[in-house]
C-alpha cells in the first residue's frame, strides 16, 4: 500500500489515504448534490484501501442524515465524509485536500443520487467506500 497524504488548508485537519492503486487508476467522481457542487468537491474512495483523518473536524449532515461530511472548523475545507455501516465507518476522501491533487481529473463524471433512499444509497457506497478513521 502507498500513502498518499494531505489536508484541510490550514493543516488542522490531516488525511492518510492507503491505496495499492496508482492515482491514474483511482475512480474519481463528483456528486451533484448542492453541498459538493458549492464546494467543487471530486471525491475517490478505494474498498480494499483505507483513509485516516487527524485533527478536530466539524462534522456536517443533511439529507437523509446517515452521513457526516467533515469540514476543517479553522479554515472550513471540505476534507471527506464517514457513514457507520454494518458496525464499521467508511468513508471517501476529496482529492482537493490531498497532496496528489493535481494527479486528478479536473472534471470527472458528474453523479447525481436525487431519489435514493438510505438501503440503495448504503448498497453503492459499500461498493466504492474505504474503511475510514478519525482521530481527533
Known amino acids: 500500500?502507498?500513502?498518499?497524504?494531505?489536508?484541510?488548508?490550514?493543516?488542522?485537519?490531516?488525511?492518510?489515504l492507503a491505496s495499492d492503486q496508482k492515482p491514474a487508476e483511482m475512480r474519481i467522481g463528483?456528486?451533484?448534490?448542492?453541498?459538493?457542487?458549492?464546494?467543487?468537491?471530486?471525491?475517490?474512495?478505494?474498498?480494499?484501501g483505507s483513509v485516516e483523518f487527524r485533527g478536530n473536524a466539524n462534522r456536517y449532515q443533511f439529507g437523509l442524515g446517515i452521513t457526516d461530511y467533515l469540514l476543517c472548523p479553522k479554515c472550513g475545507a471540505y476534507v471527506g465524509a464517514i457513514m457507520e455501516d454494518e458496525g464499521r465507518i467508511?468513508?471517501?476522501?476529496?482529492?482537493?485536500?490531498l497532496d496528489i491533487r493535481d494527479s486528478f481529473d479536473p472534471a470527472p463524471p458528474l453523479h447525481h443520487y436525487d431519489g435514493e433512499d438510505v438501503e440503495h444509497r448504503r448498497k453503492r457506497r459499500r461498493k466504492f467506500w474505504m474503511k475510514a478513521t478519525l482521530i481527533a
Open 1 to 16: 500500500m502507498t500513502v498518499f497524504s494531505g489536508s484541510c488548508h490550514c493543516g488542522g485537519i490531516t488525511i492518510a
Open 90 to 97: 467508511i468513508g471517501i476522501v476529496n482529492v482537493n485536500s
Open 30 to 48: 463528483r456528486c451533484g448534490c448542492t453541498f459538493c457542487r458549492r464546494h467543487g468537491a471530486r471525491t475517490m474512495g478505494d474498498p480494499v
